[in-house]
């Protein structure tokens, strides 16, 4: 989160007159507070817009929350929503590298972001649904292939190690 001068003087004014001690006390209790919410949070429906629900208490509070405990909660969402298997290929879009070369594009749609976008809108979107990319070999939502860029014939490089070896 930015911290703009606004925020750093409401923050300065609400500490000021504190002595240490109260300040690591408040702390304490902020750490306490985000525990036991960062364990709750699976558990609630956020989505419920009535005022005296516990899905709505946690967003009005949601400054309170650490940075962790959001991005920890957002993580198991994401990767509690993955539908696409490991065994299913993912859609690819095709690209021309060389049409962004030529120049200005004078219609919008022509641009690579829209034919991207263009050629995605045939995609289910569970098929979008991966979970976070970790470890060495990822699982991406999407590939983007760029016209010539497959290989033919047999790579100078592993011909010139078969030479070495």
Do not use: W
């Amino acid at each position: 989160m930015f911290v703009t001068p606004y925020m750093y003087v409401c923050v300065c004014v609400c500490v000021i007159g504190l002595s240490l001690k109260d300040i690591r006390h408040r702390f304490f209790q902020l750490k306490i507070i985000n525990h036991q919410v960062s364990m709750l949070l699976p558990l609630v429906d956020l989505r419920s817009n009535h005022p005296l629900s516990l899905g709505q208490l946690i967003s009005s509070l949601s400054d309170l929350l650490f940075y962790n405990v959001k991005i920890s909660f957002l993580h198991s969402v994401l990767n509690a929503a993955t539908r696409r298997s490991l065994d299913q290929a993912p859609p690819e879009i095709k690209m021309d590298p060389l049409e962004a070369v030529e120049g200005v594009v004078s219609e919008p749609h022509k641009t690579q972001m829209c034919q991207a976008a263009q050629q995605m809108l045939s995609v289910p979107s569970p098929r979008l649904c991966v979970a976070l990319a970790s470890g060495g070999d990822p699982t991406y939502a999407f590939n983007v292939r760029l016209s010539g860029e497959e290989v033919l014939g047999t790579s100078e490089c592993k011909v010139f190690i078969s030479v070495i070896i």
